[in-house]
């Protein structure tokens, strides 16, 4: 395997996919000492292309590839790096791809993909974790219906989730048993997730305006359960508030968070399978002060808002993080004034500013809302992105009012739902539905540092 140092990439160097996936079918069978993924694509290429396609995979050990289910050979057909799988000359138009790999989530002390923590399995996958769990185009702007299969030990795993909805869990022989899970919403491969634990959930429902029933689950170890009731309460506001603020009705008949003690980044968006670190989920009066509950309100909050903005439509590629973070901080921090009080919410959120994005525009570490560029994409969650990203999405609501803002953001979800897009896309939004002359602001996305 040849090595591949890590590399520069550039906004200004973005082309289009040369292959989409259209469904793909995953398939875990956990185990202790290994897990074997068993992946199923459709394969549909841009329209005259000859390229290879390039997948991405770090750690994974390759253990077939099929192609319209004919096994292809090394170095004829497809090469391997330690990052990559590249296949030479893949069918014109369409084709199924399998991929069976290795992994091996135990020893994955990276807290990207699969991985065991307190001895159960969890994934995170944001920004580039995908590619830790098999071979894949690990990129937002390709975006699939998924459907996941997971196999494991019954009475060690007895709760299995995934993205989307339950089409059927069944016992198997040997003390196991399996669930089958379906999203029916296309998605990058960023916004999948996979428990695999000893859980008990807390269960609620909501009734949309619309009038459909969402059936709502928190899970948690057993000793944290009769902690949870805030984070239920805080997820059904959250809810109602997003249909009558923007609109945006829940899209599923099931929403899932599950609380879990290692978490690196605090709380993941993850299709209909939020998953948070526990400290952002559980508060009991006893021990837990206002802030805490000020910030279990927020983030559930955060991250039930990303469903339309950040799931349905997403970003293009990780230049434009901002157009689903800064957008999202912004609703999280209209919902928390709106549930309490706007001044108070307005004074932290600004002081919050001043402490940390101002040094960050002022230092060494100074960047733009939508960067130029990265090394590595994990370093770029920055204040910048999210809290001077949520003051770029906040002027647009000052400069427009917040019936203009509202109508941008009609227009921005009419556009682009199912879509994976940039910035300017959304700048170009709030510019149409309000014939607006927004002249030189798009430099606030592009410029680093406060302007004199
Ligand atoms: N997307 C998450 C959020 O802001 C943050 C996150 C980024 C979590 C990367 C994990 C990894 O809601
Ligand atoms: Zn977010």
């Given at each position: 395997?040849?090595?591949?140092?890590?590399?520069?990439?550039?906004?200004?160097?973005?082309?289009?996919?040369?292959?989409?996936?259209?469904?793909?079918?995953?398939?875990?069978?956990?185990?202790?000492?290994?897990?074997?993924?068993?992946?199923?694509?459709?394969?549909?290429?841009?329209?005259?292309?000859?390229?290879?396609l390039r997948l991405d995979g770090v750690d994974v050990k390759l253990l077939s590839i099929r192609i319209n289910n004919k096994v292809v050979k090394e170095g004829e057909d497809y090469s391997l790096s330690s990052k990559h799988l590249i296949l030479h000359h893949p069918p014109a138009t369409q084709f199924v791809l399998e991929i069976t790999t290795e992994i091996e989530?135990?020893?994955?002390?990276?807290?990207?993909?699969?991985?065991?923590?307190?001895?159960?399995?969890?994934?995170?996958?944001?920004?580039?974790?995908?590619r830790r769990i098999t071979f894949y185009q690990d990129r937002p702007d390709v975006m699939a219906k998924f459907t996941t299969r997971i196999e494991a030990d019954k009475s060690l795993y007895p709760v299995l989730l995934?993205?989307?909805?339950?089409?059927?869990?069944?016992?198997?022989?040997?003390?196991?048993?399996?669930?089958?899970?379906?999203?029916?919403?296309?998605?990058?491969?960023?916004?999948?997730?996979?428990?695999?634990?000893?859980?008990?959930?807390?269960?609620?429902?909501?009734?949309?305006?619309?009038?459909?029933?969402?059936?709502?689950?928190?899970?948690?170890?057993?000793?944290?359960?009769?902690?949870?009731?805030?984070?239920?309460?805080?997820?059904?506001?959250?809810?109602?508030?997003?249909?009558?603020?923007?609109?945006?009705?829940?899209?599923?008949?099931?929403?899932?968070?599950?609380?879990?003690?290692?978490?690196?980044?605090?709380?993941?968006?993850?299709?209909?399978?939020?998953?948070?670190?526990?400290?952002?989920?559980?508060?009991?009066?006893?021990?837990?002060?206002?802030?805490?509950?000020?910030?279990?309100?927020?983030?559930?909050?955060?991250?039930y808002f990303h469903n339309w903005t950040g799931n349905r439509v997403t970003c293009r590629d990780w230049f434009q993080l901002s157009l689903k973070e800064g957008l999202t901080v912004f609703r999280d921090?209209?919902?928390?004034?709106?549930?309490?009080?706007?001044?108070?919410?307005?004074?932290?959120?600004?002081?919050?500013?001043?402490?940390?994005?101002?040094?960050?525009?002022?230092?060494p570490m100074a960047h733009p809302v939508k960067p130029h560029s990265y090394i590595k994409m994990d370093n770029f969650y920055t204040v910048t992105v999210y809290e001077k990203g949520a003051k770029v999405v906040r002027m647009y609501q000052t400069l427009l009012g917040k019936k203009g803002f509202r109508k941008g953001m009609d227009l921005y979800f009419e556009r682009h739902d199912g879509q994976a897009i940039t910035c300017d896309d959304f700048y170009a939004a709030m510019r149409d539905a309000n014939n607006a002359n927004l002249a030189n602001f798009k430099v606030w996305y592009s410029q680093a540092g406060m302007p004199s």
């Open positions: 395997m040849a090595k591949e140092s890590p590399k520069e990439i550039f906004l200004k160097d973005y082309k289009l996919p040369d292959y989409y996936f259209d469904t793909v079918n995953l398939d875990f069978i956990l185990k202790e000492e290994h897990t074997l993924v068993h992946s199923k694509i459709h394969v549909i290429s841009r329209q005259g292309t000859l390229s290879p989530p135990q020893n994955n002390t990276a807290l990207e993909g699969l991985y065991k923590t307190t001895g159960n399995f969890c994934t995170q996958c944001e920004a580039e974790g995908f995934s993205n989307g909805n339950l089409i059927e869990q069944a016992d198997l022989p040997d003390g196991r048993h399996y669930a089958l899970w379906n999203d029916p919403f296309k998605k990058p491969c960023y916004l999948f997730a996979l428990v695999a634990d000893q859980l008990v959930s807390q269960d609620d429902e909501f009734v949309t305006c619309s009038g459909r029933k969402v059936a709502l689950h928190i899970w948690t170890p057993a000793q944290d359960i009769s902690k949870t009731a805030h984070a239920m309460y805080s997820l059904k506001a959250a809810m109602k508030w997003d249909e009558e603020v923007f609109g945006r009705e829940y899209d599923l008949d099931l929403f899932n968070i599950v609380a879990v003690p290692d978490f690196n980044m605090g709380a993941m968006e993850n299709k209909s399978l939020n998953i948070f670190n526990s400290r952002l989920v559980l508060a009991s009066p006893e021990t837990a002060t206002n802030a805490d509950y000020a910030a279990v309100l927020g983030v559930i909050g955060h991250e921090q209209e919902f928390s004034s709106d549930m309490g009080s706007r001044a108070v919410k307005r004074i932290a959120d600004v002081l919050q500013l001043r402490i940390s994005q101002f040094p960050q525009d002022a230092g």
